[in-house]
């Protein structure tokens, strides 16, 4: 079956910097476009940045925008975000998502995810 795994989540404090990674199997898959989003409590589902199959096409959300990067290795099956520059309000549980497309993962809707990794920024 699918599964996606993800690792690297921690505490830090602001201004420092963490790497997620993102272990997929059980699909082809260089055949989806992968993303991580993110859910604060209280708050809204947050897509946070999305990679197209290739890698050659990424998205970010404003709020993350030059501070976040995502990249795939479609070898070994690995979509990582380095995450520098964090703020407090990026405290959040920290999703790894497959998609078929980049409309359909902005429009909320995956084919699979993981079980999340929380990532916490201290002031």
């Not at 947050?46 to 050659?56: F, K, P, Q, R, Y």
């Not at 290795?73 to 497309?101: F, H, I, P, R």
Request: proline fraction near 2%.
């Amino acid at each position: 079956q699918v599964q996606l795994v993800e690792s690297g989540g921690g505490l830090v404090q602001a201004g420092g910097s963490l790497r997620l990674s993102c272990a997929a199997s059980g699909l082809t898959f260089s055949h989806y476009v992968m993303a991580w989003f993110r859910q604060a409590p209280g708050k809204e589902r947050e897509l946070v940045a999305d990679i197209n199959w290739s890698g050659g096409t990424t998205y970010y959300a404003d709020s993350v925008k030059g501070r976040f990067a995502i990249s795939r290795d479609n070898g070994k099956n690995t979509v990582s975000l380095q995450m520098n520059s964090l703020k407090t309000e990026d405290t959040a549980v920290y999703y790894c998502a497959a998609g078929l497309s980049p409309a359909i993962i902005r429009m909320g809707k995956y084919n699979a995810w993981g079980q999340g990794t929380q990532v916490t920024v201290s002031s």
